[in-house]
């Protein structure tokens, strides 16, 4: 290849890629819409990540905060901030497994109670918004193509957090 060749190559511009065909630009966006309805339609006092935990807590009483992480699928620290919150306004109380005291069991307070049959109203009323100009049979599928994305992508993560654990364990003998 001649020097010419090799700097004509170098300066050809890569393709472009449409953006807004991308599935992960349209998930952000639907996430900026969800975001946008959420705080208008639902509650400017609790996020639809505090409310993703009221509905874990609701439905296990007594869960502790790491199986919670792990149904609402969010870390632990942040498990732990939101928890502290939603403790200090009164929805949740926090008390140690009387079997295991490092364990923190969670249910929902008298107020919680109260909170998520208001969000949760509201919650499904935005969802119906969200998903109006859908035909009622693209709604399921939106729902299980969504599910398949997040569920291949936490085993994704989940195979590479375990093979950096395996390669740390190599490289440490």
């Known amino acids: 290849m001649s020097e010419q060749t090799y700097r004509r190559d170098a300066m050809e511009k890569p393709p472009l890629v449409d953006v807004c065909g ?12 969800h975001t946008y309805l959420w705080a208008t339609s639902v509650s400017s006092e609790v996020t639809s990540t505090q409310f993703a935990m009221l509905s874990a807590i609701a439905e296990r009483p007594s ?6 992480s792990r149904q609402v699928s969010v870390d632990t620290s942040t498990v732990a901030e939101v928890v502290n919150r939603l ?13 295991d005291r490092r364990r923190n069991l969670l249910s929902l307070s008298e107020s919680g109670h109260r909170m998520y049959a ?3 109203a ?8 969200l998903v109006a100009t859908l035909p009622e ?13 997040v569920e291949s992508g936490e085993a994704m993560r989940d ?3 375990a093979d950096a654990q395996e390669a740390r364990g190599r490289n440490s003998r």
């Open 122 to 129: 509201a919650a499904a009323a935005m969802t119906d918004r």
């Open 159 to 161: 195979a590479d957090a």
């Open 87 to 99: 403790v200090d306004r009164g929805h949740v109380t926090r008390g140690k497994d009387p079997a």
């Open 63 to 68: 869960i502790d905060q790491n199986s919670l």
């Open 22 to 33: 991308q599935p992960g630009q349209l998930i952000r966006r639907a996430q900026q819409v």
């Open 137 to 149: 049979h693209d709604r399921g599928e939106l729902v299980r193509i969504l599910r398949n994305l």
């Open 118 to 120: 208001e969000v949760s």
